[in-house]
């Protein structure tokens, strides 16, 4: 039992998110840092005689919307195919399927990067004394470093306030700042032009691989430079500062996605913001930026004499076995920065397979750089909620609305059902059909799992206007499709023909299959909608008659089952995983980030998915890539391993994530050639730390559920848990010392620490104080 008082202590002051810091230039994309302001970002490299910053924008996408995306034989061919399931003839079942289900990407496209911005500086002398970093509290990059006798510094920041990016470039010696100017590095076709004040660059965002090679956002860039002093001279495709004190560039990229004028869009942030001024755009955005960033501080007590490293050096002794918490409590912040970066409430599209920063690899790659649905999507926003980043959340909402649109003409035509329904990837227009590949393809609840972040949302804080105009209506859609789609078999209901994503099995026969009916992880998100759609429902006190029905559809569900191995059944049958070692466990959802099994609730269930976690992580040539390291910290955190989630996280930063921390999805998996940059580790790494920290349901709350042994001291301030609370902790030789818990408003809420739980009743916005009893 904890005993409880008023909060009567002042809140201590945020402690800073820290920075990423190196001794020498970046040389490689992996090397340099990001900077983003929900649409546009850049990556900066930090060169002394060449300084490149590669941009990338969300809406600069190849392809178009289609509507010939379905195969015209699917709803036709759909029933024999579950029949040919259900009498368990499932080669037969896996052919038809091949020739009839899956979908076609004409011009489904992808995210494209841009030209980089290239400085050439004039002094050929080597440079010393020299430093790079990014603040993540503040949210901008500097460059500083001696050479010739003057010292240099540059800033870079991505203003989300004024839209643009903006570089400043001083010197302490007068006259010393001369450089070259330059757009290079296109992947698409388009022009490079000199103006009176800079360079200017008109494409279109064009390729073959995704899309026909026509089909594209038009693109617009404009850099335009300001000085104080020296001469400025126009060439044909660069702009050369001799002479200068300083200089100032503004960044301004625009599409006509969405039917936007770009050319206006480039012309009206450029001039604002050059009448701003650098000094008002960079208060602008420090305020800004930072009024997120410091609404969650995290201490780990760590050894403060290795933060003084590069940051590269640290990730390495780490790498080698060496501890380093302030690292992790520093990917912790890297996580929730790179999210402030990549997603705003007011970006136009949510966060991409790789984020906002197109490293040019996943866009020409067999995959592309899109939404993936299986997983990757739903990652990329774990992060948001719990650590106080709601409003991070918006852009995946509205790409919820529009495939709860576009999906109703695939739930029509494809299902002859009503609703909506959306696959396993989607595109800037809302692709809701089948992928074009079995293995992968059939991934019918792939939309459904999405859907399940508005009701998340609305558990951890969000109104009733909210929840009646955004949330239900798409989980009102998306229940009515599945209660269509559920299929009755011996008296239970399950879901498919569909793939659990993305692992295949091994037939009765010994054929290697993926479709079938039954799959687990259908069976969780068709759970975990129709709960959710009656949860909100009964909240807006409406379609009564649709709560029976999914109550009733609700008792139908198969139960999960436990196999041969002791392992959670990832099919509705014991089948052998034709891949043991496959980086996909979609079953695994039923542990996190549903709560479906837990080791209280289901303890039989949550051991057979730990064997599940063991079996995958030993087979030979476990495909150990970034978002699968997340998901085991994950998934040992919700199993009350803090030392096991401590392990995978470790094992993501040093093993999964580069020299700027940044994730990747390992070469040689999923057949990727090399190292690519994938977002979801980050998210899913701030995700896991939390998750250690505090977990929630819609009654109750629980204080340091999974915490390592090796955190004995620490605290957390401004984490989010479900009901509206925020949790601020501390403690210290590895138990709780005080916790306060701030509510949004008057209710009663169970707190859980050490197997007891507390029952509170909070006055609406008073804050309680919990401390264990003196032993």
């Known amino acids: 039992m904890l005993i409880a008082s008023p909060a009567t202590e002042p809140q201590p002051a945020a402690t800073p998110a820290g920075h990423l810091w190196y001794d020498r230039p970046a040389e490689r994309w992996f090397e340099a840092l990001p900077i983003g302001n929900g649409r546009l970002g850049g990556m900066v490299y930090g060169g002394t005689r060449v300084e490149r910053i590669d941009l990338s924008e969300s809406t600069a996408w190849s392809g178009a919307p289609s509507a010939i995306d379905l195969s015209p034989t699917a709803r036709q061919e759909l029933p024999a195919v579950r029949k040919l399931l259900l009498a368990g003839q499932y080669a037969q079942a896996q052919r038809l399927a091949g020739e009839h289900l899956l979908g076609t990407r004409a011009s489904f496209g992808t995210n494209l990067p841009l030209p980089h911005v290239r400085l050439m500086f004039a002094d050929p002398a080597p440079a010393t004394s020299y430093r790079r970093a990014l603040d993540l509290d503040q949210g901008l990059t500097s460059v500083s470093y001696d050479t010739a006798g003057v010292r240099f510094r540059r800033e870079v ?3 989300h306030p004024h839209g643009v990016i903006a570089v400043r470039i001083t010197a302490d010696r007068a006259a010393a700042v001369s450089f070259t100017l330059g757009l290079d590095g296109s992947v698409f076709p388009g022009r490079t032009t000199c103006t009176d004040t800079g360079v200017a660059f008109s494409g279109r965002a064009v390729e073959t691989i995704h899309s026909d090679g026509t089909a594209g956002a038009a693109v617009e860039i404009r850099v335009h430079v300001a000085t104080g002093g020296g001469t400025v001279r126009s060439a044909d495709d660069s702009f050369e500062v001799s002479g200068a004190d300083s200089a100032v560039l503004i960044i301004a990229v625009g599409t006509d996605w969405g039917g936007a004028d770009p050319v206006r869009q480039v012309g009206g942030l450029t001039a604002a913001a050059v009448a701003t001024g650098y000094d008002a755009i960079r208060a602008a955005h420090v305020d800004d930026h930072a009024g997120l960033m410091r609404r969650v501080s995290l201490d780990l007590a760590a050894d403060t004499d290795v933060a003084s490293l590069p940051t590269d050096q640290r990730r390495d002794r780490l790498a080698c076995g060496e501890r380093d918490d302030s690292l992790l ?6 996580g929730r920065y790179l999210t402030v970066a990549g997603s705003r409430a007011d970006s136009p599209l949510p966060l991409a397979l790789q984020g906002l920063w197109n490293d040019g690899l996943a866009s020409s790659a067999s995959w592309s750089n899109d939404f993936h649905l299986d997983m990757n999507t739903q990652q990329n926003y774990w992060a948001a909620e719990p650590t106080n980043l709601a409003e991070c959340h918006t852009p995946l909402f509205r790409l919820l609305h529009l495939l709860a649109e576009t999906g109703q003409t695939t739930a029509t035509q494809m299902y002859d059902a009503p609703g909506w329904v959306a696959h396993t990837v989607t595109n800037a227009w809302g692709y809701s059909a089948p992928g074009t590949d079995l293995g992968w393809g059939l991934n019918v609840t792939g939309g459904a799992w999405l859907a399940t972040h508005l009701w998340e949302h609305c558990e951890y804080g969000g109104d009733d206007e909210f929840l009646r105009n955004v949330a239900y209506p798409v989980l009102r859609g998306a229940a009515l499709f599945l209660l269509s789609y559920l299929t009755e078999d011996q008296g239970l209901l399950v879901a498919g023909p569909s793939e659990s994503p993305e692992n295949w099995y091994v037939g009765p026969d010994g054929s290697r299959c993926s479709v079938a009916m039954g799959n687990t992880v259908d069976r969780v998100f068709a759970e975990a909608i129709l709960r959710d759609c009656a949860a909100a429902a009964e909240v807006l006190e409406v379609d009564a008659d649709l709560r029976e029905r999914i109550a009733a559809a609700r008792a139908r569900l198969t139960p999960f089952q436990i196999g041969r191995h002791g392992q959670l059944q990832e099919w509705l049958h014991d089948f052998e995983e034709a891949d043991p070692a496959h980086r996909h466990t979609s079953h695994l959802c039923a542990l996190y980030p549903e709560r479906q099994i837990t080791p209280r609730t289901t303890p039989e269930l949550a051991r057979a998915a730990e064997v ?37 996280l470790t094992s993501l930063v040093t093993d999964a994530s580069e020299a700027n921390l940044m994730s990747y999805s390992v070469g040689g998996v999923a ?29 109750e709350l629980e204080l340091l559920p999974a915490l390592p042994t090796t955190w004995p001291n620490g605290s957390i301030r401004g984490l989010r848990a479900r009901g509206g609370f925020t949790v601020d902790i501390t403690w210290t030789n590895g138990r709780l010392d005080h916790a306060t818990i701030h509510p949004a408003r008057s209710t009663t809420h169970r707190i859980r620490y050490d197997g007891h739980i507390t029952e509170l009743t909070f006055s609406q916005q008073e804050p309680i104080t919990l401390r264990p009893p003196t032993r």
């Open 612 to 648: 599940t976690i063991e079996r995958r992580q030993n087979a030979r040539g476990w495909e150990q890539t970034e978002w699968v390291e997340a998901n085991f910290a994950l998934f040992h955190a919700r199993l009350l391993h803090g030392d096991k989630a401590l392990t995978h």
């Open 329 to 334: 409590a520093l990917y912790f912040q890297y």
């Open 157 to 159: 920041i991505a203003s």
């Open 671 to 699: 057949g990727a050639a090399q190292n690519i940059y994938s977002f979801d580790g980050n998210a899913g790494g701030t995700a896991a730390i939390a998750e250690m920290l505090v977990q929630s349901n819609a009654d």
